[in-house]
């Protein structure tokens, strides 16, 4: 039984869409793949690895392994805040590189300007961009 809460990219790279009752089990309904196995991750854990999608989309599986919890929960945090961003400009396609140069260039001056602040300068955003 497929979940609905699954996401859409999922279900398309499946070929597959959401099944909520017994009788929906058609081969409409189905996804199909050549291999469906569980692979060892040097002992510290197993993954499902799914290979040969009948209808493969544009979907990744990223594998994060850490120390301990909250490391992996930092990290996926810090990967869901970059994918959001690299959505949100792929869609609204308002914001290129070219735009934030000036920025970086005044914040390579700053640098070495900053070794000789003390840290509350050194972090304080509004301090950043100050000429």
């Known amino acids: 039984k497929v979940k609905q809460t699954l996401p859409s990219s999922l279900l398309q790279t499946l070929g597959t869409k959401p099944i909520a009752h017994i009788d929906h089990f058609i081969p409409e ?51 869901h805040d970059a994918l959001c961003v690299i959505r949100c400009l792929v869609k609204r396609r308002s914001v290129t590189t070219a735009e934030f140069i000036p920025q970086i260039s005044r914040r390579r001056d700053q640098w070495g300007e900053e070794r000789n602040n003390s840290s509350l300068q050194r972090y304080n955003p509004d301090a950043c961009f100050r000429h």
Do not use: F, H, Q
């Open 29 to 79: 309904m189905l996804g199909s793949a050549e291999l469906a196995e569980e692979v060892s991750l040097d002992g510290s854990g197993k993954l499902v690895k799914i290979t040969g999608c009948a209808s493969p989309g544009k979907t990744v599986t990223i594998v994060v392994r850490g120390s301990n919890k909250l490391v992996i929960e930092e990290a996926e945090r810090s990967i």
